[in-house]
């Protein structure tokens, strides 16, 4: 059984980082993982992505302040939040993508900007 583990959440001031990891365990190949987030009244959105070979994609709002990366060893991935704002407050949920169509969603870990 798969499962992910979120950890990284948690307050920070405005301009502040943060930054979390997921890590998926069971034997799987994550084609892709990324993290998307979920403010409240509002609708999941991608925040970025990140392929098996470490091509990228990310959400407009979020460019050049976050980094996602993985470990493909250990089958975990990364978001590194930089210069963050309230309008990134949310949380955050993990998600891979294997081999076979299957996609798989971590508990969601919560993130607040606030002074």
């Known amino acids: 059984q798969v499962q992910l583990v979120e950890s990284g959440g948690g307050l920070v001031q405005p301009g502040g980082s943060l930054r979390l990891s997921c890590a998926a365990s069971?034997?799987?190949?994550?084609?892709?993982m990324g993290w998307y987030r979920q403010a409240p009244g509002k609708q999941r959105e991608l925040v970025a992505l990140?392929?098996?070979?470490?091509?990228?994609n990310y959400a407009n709002s979020v460019k050049g302040r976050f980094t996602i990366s993985r470990d493909n060893a250990k089958n975990t991935v990364y978001l590194q939040m930089n210069s963050l704002k309230p309008e990134d407050t949310a949380i955050y949920y993990c998600?891979?993508?294997?081999?076979?169509?299957?996609?798989?969603w971590g508990q969601g870990t919560q993130v607040t900007v606030s002074s």
């Open positions: 998600n891979t993508q294997v081999t076979g169509g299957y996609s798989y």
């Open positions: 990140i392929d098996s070979g470490g091509s990228t």
């Open positions: 069971g034997s799987i190949f994550s084609i892709y």
